[in-house]
């Protein structure tokens, strides 16, 4: 799907008084040197660069990884909280074209098993100032609104603050093929255990 299309895509569910069919976003955020990964829900898919923000939020209101809390709180908080402001104060059609700044982090990897049982790897990478729906963005909105897939899926979530891929869109080495296991990507599992 274009940026063409997915702006027509979206007026039109606003002229027909429909909203975007996008679901929410259940995520283990995975950070270099954090052993417990955070579940966090990511509710507005607006773009790529909102995205990012959003999970470099949670992250660091989750606590678990101390150095990034200390470092969002200090030198992010308030960039954070104008682009909520402005995000909120836009309605409709418009939220898809507002101007977000770039985010703390450069990249996320969004990872999770298809119909076949196969790792699959989206990447957001963050962008400057212009059209920002890149085919990463696009595709997790395509699959984040596919009726097939069960509200309880969970992506595993990987921020990179540098570009990790080298040009190519997945990251380096998947992750072991243990956390692949339906009770990883389960959220009703993962609320029993807790």
Not at 27 to 50: F, K
Not at 77 to 95: A, H, I, K
Not at 102 to 130: C, E, H, K, W
Not at 166 to 189: D, E, K, L, N, Q
């Amino acid at each position: 799907m274009s940026s063409k299309e997915f702006f027509r895509w979206a007026k039109g569910a606003a002229l027909c008084s429909g909203p975007l069919e996008a679901t929410a976003l259940h995520c283990h955020i995975a950070r270099v040197g954090v052993n417990t990964w955070p579940l966090v829900v990511v509710d507005e898919l607006i773009n790529g660069n909102y995205l990012i923000w959003t999970l470099c939020a949670r992250l660091a209101e989750s606590g678990l990884d101390q150095d990034w809390t200390r470092k969002f709180n200090s030198q992010h908080r308030s960039q954070w909280v104008q682009t909520q402001t402005l995000v909120q104060q836009t309605q409709g059609v418009d939220r898809f074209q507002l101007d977000i700044p770039l985010p703390p982090m450069v990249q996320a990897v969004f990872t999770y098993i298809d119909n076949s049982m196969a790792p699959r790897y989206l990447t957001i990478r963050s962008t400057p100032a212009g059209p920002r729906l890149g085919a990463g963005f696009l595709e997790l909105l395509r699959h984040s609104a596919n009726p097939d897939r069960s509200s309880t899926d969970v992506f595993i979530v990987t921020l990179d603050e540098e570009d990790v891929t080298g040009g190519t869109g997945v990251a380096p080495g998947p992750p072991p093929m243990s956390i692949f296991s339906r009770r990883t990507f389960s959220r009703r599992t993962f609320s029993r255990r807790t």
